[in-house]
T-cell receptor, first 113, second 114 residues
């Protein structure tokens, strides 16, 4: 079975631009979470979606938004990019519930110049 | 919110020796503690996890222990091999309805010397 897939793998943008990152979860998983991982740090939670609804949001500005589609894939959007948005953006797939395990994709490396 | 601290930040061991990484957490409601291994250019891979109703769990050369009273948990890797070299992250998650986000430690870079 395919694991979590993310696209693109790398992306270079300039300040002020916007970006859309995409994620496809493991087949059968209905929940997708997004994390930001700055170089040298652990992942930081951004959003969690289940059944197309936002179920959790981390401490990120409104420039960050996301959505989940009927096929459970997801998009993360970031507007008005700042240099500090440069990071590895990780998508995690899981079934829903307190005992579920989150499986991560390879990430999208975003560089903001 | 949950705060997870991880030590040490770097760890160098001789091949065949053991490696131990320790984490503490702040939220007494946390009940799920996974460990992830991240290799260069890849996403984190789950290597082992433990839930609050268990004190210890082992999977071949990897073991995790949990002390809920002290709010700390540890990863033990025995008989280390060069392929164990990577960054390891601990994480914690509370048992709260609609709050399933993972809080991660800052990571430990493990280097196994041949």
């Amino acid at each position: 079975d395919a694991g979590v897939t993310q696209s693109p793998t790398h992306l270079i943008k300039t300040r002020g631009q916007h970006v859309t990152l995409r994620c496809s979860p493991i087949s059968g998983h209905k929940s997708v979470s997004w994390y930001q991982q700055v170089l040298g740090q652990g992942p930081q939670f951004i959003f969690q979606y289940y059944e197309k609804e936002e179920r959790g949001r981390g401490n990120f500005p409104d420039r960050f938004s996301a959505r989940q589609f009927p096929n459970y894939s997801s998009e993360l959007n970031v507007n008005a990019l700042l240099l500090g948005d440069s990071a590895l953006y990780l998508c995690a797939s899981s079934s829903w519930g307190a005992t579920d395990t989150q499986y991560f994709g390879p990430g999208t490396r975003l560089t903001v110049l | 919110g949950e705060n997870v601290e991880q030590h040490p930040s770097t760890l160098s061991v001789q091949e065949g020796d053991s490696a131990v990484i320790k984490c503490t957490y702040s939220d007494s409601a946390s009940n799920y503690f996974p460990w992830y291994k991240q290799e260069l250019g890849k996403g984190p891979q789950l290597i082992i996890d433990i839930r609050s109703n268990v004190g210890e769990k082992k999977d071949q050369r990897i073991a995790v222990t949990l002390n809920k009273t002290a709010k700390h948990f540890s990863l033990h890797i025995t008989e280390t091999q060069p392929e164990d070299s990577a960054v390891y992250f601990c994480a914690a998650r509370p048992l709260k309805y609609n709050d399933y986000k993972l809080s991660f430690g800052a990571g430990t870079t493990v280097t196994v010397r041949a």
